[in-house]
Every structure is written in structure tokens, then in C-alpha cells.
């Protein structure tokens, strides 16, 4: 079976993606046999443009229009029609769209984007009241990704690994409170690691409400969070004024038990070095000597 009209049905909805105008010309439907003869690398050269362009909502409108998504990314398909909390009158898949066409044209942002909601149509529960709960989704969604999903579509190294990533923890930033301590946020940025950049980018890309406010909280939110990292992260990589164990050499040479006393003392000798009167992360014996020589000045007389 040829792929010819796969081909070019794919090259169109790449098209439409760069011109929305051209979703009026869609060309004839290739069948499901046409769709499979297309090699991996072929599907994968016009998908990675087509998420990347300017407009990929038509685009991926365009994918679904000619029958791409049943055979590739039938995951992706099951989310069409299929309702949530937030879009009652609506469906996942254009929540979806709307949150590839809202985050950065980054390729594995775009990616983790389009399929961050996968785990959705098996993971929906419906209580007693009638509310809806997707419970477990996100573990779910990279769990599909790394059986099935990432191999169809031939991701590998990297790129698969930071999709699965952001799969797995795209719910993470959005469940941030300013009660957090600096202990939790360092522990959230920590366990990011290189990863942060692009989930609080696609956290910001997932907030789709139509309520104002609360989309503003949404969007606050992530900002606050994204501060409150960068001023820990500036924290952490400042040079520590002094080198480690200088409190039980202080304890040794001057007989301070560990108390107050001896954290003021600390202190004072991380504002001598702060004020550019002593040197940083220089030995030990380096403050004992000036401690020794400044004994009234640091209140050691006594």
C-alpha cells in the first residue's frame, strides 16, 4: 500500500498549521492502510512541525480531519468527545489543543502538551453527587507513554524522557500554596531538576478555565511559585562564608558550648566576611586566629 496520500495529507495539515485558511481545502481522507504504510520518521518529520508552527490548533484539527489520529495516536483520538469537570459542553481534546497552542514552541513542551491528558479516558470516575474525577491520570498518561506511545512514534533518548516527564508530573506546580515552606519548594525544584524550565511552562499552558479570576489565581500561582524558586536558587549557589565544622573548632579552641552564644558568634563572623573585613572559605584555623587576636572585640575575655 502507498503512502502518497498520507503523505500529503499530512504536508496539508503541516500547511494549515503555518495558514488556518487552508482548512477549507482538505484533501481526500486517506484510509487506515494508507496511514500505516507512512514510516515513523515520516510521521514524526511533519508532526514535530506541525506542533512547533505558529497555529497547531487548526493543524491538529487537520490531523483529525483526515484520519491520522485513529491509526497513530488513537490515545489522543479517545479524547475527542470525551467530557470533563471543566469543559461540560466541551471535551478533552479541545482543552488539549488549547493548551499546545497556549505553551512555549518548544518541541518537548509541545509534545507534553498534546498528550498530558491521555490517562484521562481511563482513569474518569463519577461519583454518587455526580461529580467527575480523573484520579491517578497523570501516572497513568506516562505509563501509556512509556508502553505504548513512545514506541510507536519512535521518541527516544532525551526527548522521550522529558515527555514522559512532564506526562508524569504536569499537575505538580499547579498544586503549589504559598503555605509551602522553603524546605517543600527546594524539595519540588530539587526533584524537577532540569525538568523545572519546562513543566512550569507547560503548568501555565494547561490553565484554560474561561472564569477570569480563576485563571488569574492560576496563572498567579505558577508566577509566585516560579519567584520563590528562582530567590531559593540564588540562595543556595551564593558561596558559604564560612567552611564547615568551624562551630566545633570554635567549641574546642574557646570552650563555647554549642548555645546561643555560639551562634551569635557565627554570625558575627559571616558579617565580618559579608562586610569585606575577613576572607570567605578560608581554614579553620584562619578564624581561630582572628578570634584570638579580636578576643574583647567578639566578647571571648570573659
Known amino acids: 500500500m502507498s503512502p502518497t496520500r498520507a503523505i500529503e495529507a499530512l504536508s496539508w495539515a503541516v500547511d494549515v498549521a503555518s495558514d488556518p485558511s487552508l482548512l477549507a481545502q482538505m484533501p481526500e481522507r486517506p484510509n487506515p492502510a494508507e496511514w500505516r504504510a507512512i514510516s515513523v520518521a515520516e510521521l514524526r518529520r511533519h508532526m514535530d512541525r506541525l506542533l512547533v508552527s505558529k497555529h497547531p490548533e487548526p493543524g491538529l484539527d487537520a490531523l483529525q480531519a483526515v484520519g491520522c489520529l485513529d491509526p497513530w495516536l488513537p490515545e489522543v483520538a479517545a479524547m475527542v468527545g470525551f467530557g470533563d469537570n471543566e469543559w461540560r459542553h466541551k471535551d478533552v481534546w479541545k482543552h488539549t489543543k488549547q493548551v499546545v497552542k497556549q505553551s512555549v514552541p518548544r518541541l518537548e513542551v509541545r509534545w507534553g502538551a498534546l498528550l498530558h491528558d491521555i ?95 480563576k485563571r488569574r489565581r492560576g496563572v498567579r500561582q505558577i508566577s509566585l511559585l516560579a519567584k520563590r524558586i528562582a530567590e531559593l536558587q540564588e540562595e543556595d549557589v551564593k558561596i558559604a562564608p564560612l567552611p564547615k565544622g568551624l562551630g566545633t573548632e570554635i567549641v574546642n579552641a574557646f570552650g563555647i558550648p554549642p548555645s546561643k552564644r555560639l551562634g551569635d558568634l557565627m554570625r558575627r563572623l559571616t558579617a565580618a566576611v559579608e562586610a569585606g573585613e575577613i576572607e570567605a572559605q578560608r581554614p579553620a584555623d584562619y578564624y581561630l586566629e582572628h578570634l584570638a587576636s579580636h578576643r574583647s572585640e567578639y566578647g571571648l575575655d570573659h
Request: glycine letters at 10%.
Open 119 to 213: 490517562g484521562k479516558p481511563k482513569t474518569r470516575r463519577i461519583d454518587d453527587r455526580g461529580n467527575v474525577t480523573f484520579h491517578g491520570h497523570s501516572e497513568m498518561g506516562a505509563a501509556m507513554f512509556r508502553k505504548r506511545v513512545g514506541d510507536r512514534l519512535g521518541f527516544e533518548g532525551a526527548l522521550r524522557e522529558r515527555i514522559h516527564f512532564l506526562i508524569l508530573y504536569h499537575l505538580r506546580a499547579s498544586q503549589y500554596e504559598e503555605t509551602w515552606t522553603d524546605a517543600a519548594v527546594r524539595r519540588f525544584y530539587r526533584q524537577m531538576g532540569d525538568g523545572l524550565r519546562d513543566l512550569l511552562d507547560l503548568s501555565r499552558a494547561d490553565i484554560t478555565t474561561k472564569r477570569p479570576e
